[in-house]
């Protein structure tokens, strides 16, 4: 029985993405929601990201730099180490995973609220694609969102950089060489693939569990909890499917 609900809302969320791009506003309207989604998704995301990459990068970092007592091993490993945890993974999943909370519940409780006070139904009811007008400027505002995480790849390494000469585990050069060592350009590709696919399950799946919620004020709560973990997981479990086809 839960399978089958399961897959009935998958389905729904398949049928709610080909509704998005059907009947499109016009674009006078549009232009303005799309700058407006991009301060509210993106500039207002830069904040807390800079702040989380800067530290976490500086924590990878130490942490590298505690694990390698042997006197044998060179210091640019921290840099390598600090390189590779932050573009790889830190940078595109961690933030997203963070993203999906503070970006994901914002989305929903913002469609929520909107289901709740009838406003989609008034669109509906003047003939407006409420989906198309909802779910589109979000899908495009987010094309931004590697911007996000290319600040955050720049920021994690320079906070590793950081913590690692001021704290006196690695010379600057040795972390510079670190950084450059064995570097392979399609990381940054791969990370950029990733981002990419994780801004639409941002945008997407919280704005699905926003549009179709029923209830009231107190419904709107839960409904940005369960989005969050469905955005988390499918973004964990993209993580794993596109780190198989593109790595390996």
């Not at 389905?11 to 674009?27: A, C, D, H, R, S």
């Not at 406003?119 to 400027?137: R, T």
């Not at 040795?174 to 990419?196: C, L, M, N, R």
Request: net charge positive.
């Amino acid at each position: 029985m839960m399978l089958i609900r399961y897959l009935s809302q998958i389905g729904k969320y398949f049928l709610m993405l080909k509704e998005v791009f059907n009947k499109p506003t016009k674009w006078s309207v549009m232009r303005q929601l799309i700058l407006k989604e991009i301060d509210d998704l993106i500039i207002d995301s830069l904040g807390i990201v800079c702040f989380i990459s800067f530290f976490v990068g500086g924590v990878v970092s130490i942490q590298t730099a505690l694990n390698l007592t042997n006197p044998l091993i060179p210091k640019y490993l921290i840099g390598f180490a600090t390189r590779q945890s932050v573009i790889l993974e830190f940078a595109p999943t961690f933030i997203s995973i963070i993203m999906a909370g503070k970006m994901g519940s914002f989305i929903t409780s913002s469609i929520g609220t909107m289901r709740v006070t009838e406003q989609i139904d008034a669109l509906e009811v003047m003939g407006v694609n409420s989906l198309n007008y909802l779910v589109f400027p979000k899908l495009i505002a987010l094309l931004l969102y590697p911007f996000v995480i290319g600040i955050s790849m720049f920021l994690g390494i320079l906070g590793g950089w950081m913590a690692a000469v001021y704290g006196g585990f690695a010379s600057s050069n040795d972390f510079i060489t670190g950084i450059q060592q064995e570097f392979i350009p399609f990381h940054i590709t791969y990370a950029f693939i990733k981002t990419f696919v994780f801004a639409f399950l941002l945008a997407t799946i919280p704005s699905f569990h926003g549009y179709y919620m029923k209830g009231g004020a107190l419904e709107v709560g839960k409904a940005s909890t369960v989005s969050f973990v469905w955005t988390a997981v499918t973004i964990i479990l993209s993580n794993y499917i596109l780190t198989q086809l593109l790595l390996t």
